[in-house]
């Protein structure tokens, strides 16, 4: 192993996320957005615990379980410069022993900032490897794994997002612990999409037709990757093969992945003013932004991190002119 304190798979679970997470009735914000009093809720997966959480927290502690299970002893895995997924591995990495290399489909930054600070702060290597699309990262992480095998090292692969079958797996854990304390299935989870392992995770356990993911624009075919994915979990979870087509909305990205849109702002500000609740301006305000329907439970996913850098600095402290949520415009 790479390190002597390197814990073991059984001693790892259930110590990386902070489970199950709280479901908040969030009213000011849902009588803001015009729901009917008492129908909006937050599930508050931004609080799962690791170096600020998220929902990628609840991936790792199954993917680091299997990591520990096949002897590895290091994670490998890729993302945007502030990836909210690279930034939880390492933090993952540190508490289980592990070593950490990541990929960045960018130059390197000139300024450490947001969660490419804490990606240093735990210690991960951090690589750059020039713009690339987020869909031919995978490859990348394959090229980097065999290096380090060669170089003698156990690493487990992980791909964007931490959405293997066995990551997006974990939802199907959420998705449970939203029923069990709602106390009914009449729901409908909102999230923001973008690896598609959330959803996937969520709609093999409740059908695709109580999921609405908001594409943030990580994926060319994010229904194709959703898809797949929720046959897959449901497989490997040996649950029915889910009906019908996952439910994406894809009027929320805006010029692009991480572009800001003057509904994200607003969505940001609504949330943060009603409730006292950050949502980020990659994921998270675009998925609220997207948020329309009568019987709602909002997955806060996280992401707090990008509100620190300073490409969106100046546009967070500018107040909106005009108000434009659900407007379509965008930035
Ligand atoms: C804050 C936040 N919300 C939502 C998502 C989307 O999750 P998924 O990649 O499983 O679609 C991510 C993924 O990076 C994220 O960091």
Redesign the pocket.
Known sequence: MHEANALDASTMAGMLAHLPTPLERAGRLGRALGLDPGRLWVKRD?STGLATG???AR?LEVLVADALARGCDVLVTS?GLQ???ARTTAAAAGRAGLGCVLAFNDHAPARIEGNQLLDRILGAECRYVGPLAMDDLNAVVERIADELRRAGRAPYAIP????SALG?SA?VGAADEIVADLGHEDLLVV??????????GLAARLGHERVL?VD?G?LAD?AAAVRALTVEVAALLGLPRPAGEPWLLRDQVGAGYGAPTAECRAAIRLAARSEGLLL?P???GK?LAGLRAKAIVFLA???VPALFTSRYEGWLTEEATRQVAHSGEHE
């Open positions: 931004d998220g929902n990628k991936k993302g990836s909210n997924h964007v997002g931490g959405s997006a939802y999230t923001a999409t973008g690896s598609g392992g959330t959803q996937a993911g943030v990580a994010p980020d990659v994921y998270s998925a996913t996280g992401g």
